[in-house]
């Protein structure tokens, strides 16, 4: 532990300026750094493949970690605030570098279960959605177009760090990489509220390797990824609801699936 109580010292600049969008060291563009809060998440990131460069925190959170392998900054509250740019309740943050994405094929290699995404763009909700994935059985998450950072702040937090244990990739070429999903033994089925879909609970699902499509949070799947899929799925509804939230809509599938 290393006690610092000037927030101009430049050994925190990792974790300067959260709160301001062109200068946070999160971003993809700029250091591209994976920020963790709180104990719990903090815990993960120290687990997890990505290099740990240091940690930030009042002493009673640090301690709370145990022994380390990086830098432990100890400071006050204050000074923390001064620091990320708000006041943290969780009083504990840690910076890591990113690690390399696995290539596609082997994601799939050990897989049964895998999500994929098209344009969820909302941080809240992609957090969510890896964190209902890693509580129900699901390998891997592929984000198609239109994807927010998994790897952004407030989707690490939301996701109470499990964005950090369930592998992910990108998918570059959509949506004919779903060929190569299904080339290696997965059904792929498209969540849609479409009149004409098949119940979810009637698809025969249960077990299957499933590649399950979630679209945008506004209009879901493109037409184009519906017509990619091998099936179309719906989530019976009460008269006068016509969707949910996707992160919801994913932790239902997720279940009925596994």
Do not use: Q
Not at 64 to 77: E, I, K, N, R
Not at 78 to 84: K, R
Not at 100 to 107: E, G, V
Request: hydrophobic fraction near 45%.
């Amino acid at each position: 532990m290393i006690e610092i109580d000037d927030p101009a010292d430049p050994r925190l600049d990792d974790f300067r300026d959260l709160s301001t969008a062109d200068r946070r060291p999160d971003r993809p563009g700029g250091r591209g750094l994976v920020i963790a809060e709180g104990v719990v998440v903090v815990e993960r990131l120290l687990a997890s493949p990505y290099p740990v460069r240091a940690l930030l925190g009042v002493r009673r959170r640090v301690e709370a970690l145990g022994d380390l392998d990086a830098p432990a900054y100890v400071t006050s509250a204050e000074v923390m605030a001064e620091v990320v740019g708000f006041h943290l309740n969780r009083g504990v943050l840690a910076a890591a570098d990113r690690a390399p994405r696995p290539a596609l094929a082997d994601l799939l290699a050990g897989a049964r279960r895998v999500a994929v995404l098209e344009g969820v763009g909302d941080h809240e909700n992609l957090g969510s959605i890896f964190r209902n994935a890693a509580a129900l059985g699901v390998d891997g998450v592929l984000l198609g177009p239109g994807c927010s950072d998994p790897l952004y702040r407030r989707s690490v937090r939301v996701s109470m760090g499990h964005v950090l244990r369930v592998p992910f990739t990108t998918l570059e070429d959509w949506p004919r990489d779903l060929d190569v999903v299904r080339d290696n033994g997965f059904t792929t089925v498209a969540m849609t509220p479409r009149a004409d879909a098949r119940n979810l609970a009637d698809a025969g699902l249960r077990g299957a390797k499933v590649a399950l499509l979630l679209g945008s949070e506004g209009p879901g799947l493109t037409d184009e990824a519906i017509a990619a899929a091998d099936v179309a799925v719906k989530i019976p509804m009460a008269a006068g609801v016509d969707s949910l939230n996707v992160a919801t809509a994913a932790a239902v599938a997720f279940y009925a699936i596994t």
